[in-house]
Each structure stands twice: as C-alpha cells, then as structure tokens.
C-alpha cells in the first residue's frame, strides 16, 4: 500500500508540473515573444517563405515603432491576397477550436511615423519631400492611385513591404494604430 500512495505522489507532483510548464509557455506564446514562419513573399528579398522569425510582443509596450522596424501587424478582415496566414498563436489555436477564427497577420517595414507626409512618385517613396533610398526593397514603389499622398496621423504607421510590386500594405489597407501592431521582428 505504502508503495501505491509514492507512485501516487510522484504522478501528481509530475502532472502538476507540467501544468505549470504548459500555463508558462502559453502565457510566454502569447504575451512575450513568438516564433512565426514566413508564408509569404511580400517582405523579398529582406525575408523569404519558410523563414523563422522571432518576434517581441514587449518591444512597444513602452516605446513607438521607429522608422525601418519590421513589425507584424495584424488585419481583422483581410481581403483578396491577404487570405492567407501569416502564423498562428496559442490564442489563435484556441479561438479556433471554440468556434472563431484565427487573426490574420502582415510582415511589414515601418516607412513613416505620425506627421510624416508620404508620397509616391516614378516609382520612388517621398517621405516629407525627399526621396527615400530603399537598396532592400524588390520593384518599384507605385501608389494604387496616380495621386496618393497621406499624412500619418498621431499614433498611426505606414507600413509597406520590401517586395512592393505584391505586397498588400498601408498602399491598400490604410495607415495602422499602434493597438494593430502585435510585435516587432527580432533580428
């Protein structure tokens, strides 16, 4: 009997253990750091599919995006291109099996910060008149219309992809709050 109740508190003490592991892993998945796989082309030739990334969920707890980060930003209702998944979280996994769905994620470049007036022209990116030198960026930088030009507004970013010809960024889908922003790119 004596030898029942041991195994019976070795079991315990190891399941309990493990709970504690799993909640902390969770709870670091989720509020920390996460490692995502590139499954898209929009970040070329900076980042290609199939890439690891390691990502900072503390990065902006404190601070603000700073032009030239790589964030990922997350799109609550994607359309056309973007109906694929950039990675998926431990929140996403379980929203999925109780009956939601997973949140859709972009690979972007931060190119201009609140105040910042951008333009694009020839193919080239203007930030507040001057021509910005991008030797990371694959295709040309055009505007879906012919005369786009946006200020930024207070506590919003542009975000473009470094392979502009197919990615689907602030060009489409507008400048992004920093609540929108899930972490920054450890490089």
């Known amino acids: ?38 499954q898209q082309d929009s970040m070329n030739p900076t980042l290609f599919e199939g890439d690891l990334l390691l990502t900072d969920k503390m990065a902006y707890w404190f601070g603000k995006p700073e032009v030239g980060d790589i ?27 109780f009956g939601g769905s997973s949140r859709v994620r972009y ?24 021509v910005v030198d991008e030797d990371y960026v694959q295709g040309s930088s055009f505007a879906p219309s012919r005369n786009f030009s946006v200020v930024v507004p207070e506590d919003e970013f ?16 507008g400048t992004v709050s920093l609540d929108m922003i899930e972490s920054r790119v450890v490089e």
Not at 76 to 95: A, C, Q, R
Not at 158 to 173: A, T, W
């Open 107 to 130: 690979v972007k470049r931060v190119v201009a910060i609140e105040g910042d007036l951008v333009e694009f022209w020839g193919g080239d990116l203007i930030i507040n008149g001057v």
């Open 158 to 173: 542009f975000l473009l992809g470094d392979n502009r010809e197919v990615s689907l960024d602030s060009r489409h889908f």
């Open 1 to 38: 009997m004596d030898f029942f109740v041991k195994c019976f508190r070795v079991v315990r003490v190891a399941l309990f253990t493990a709970f504690v592991a799993f909640v902390f892993v969770i709870g670091f998945h989720a509020y920390v750091s996460n490692v995502i796989v590139v």
């Open 71 to 97: 964030v990922i930003v997350l799109r609550d209702e994607p359309t056309g291109l973007s109906s694929f998944e950039l990675g998926k979280t431990v929140v996403d996994y379980f929203s999925t099996i």
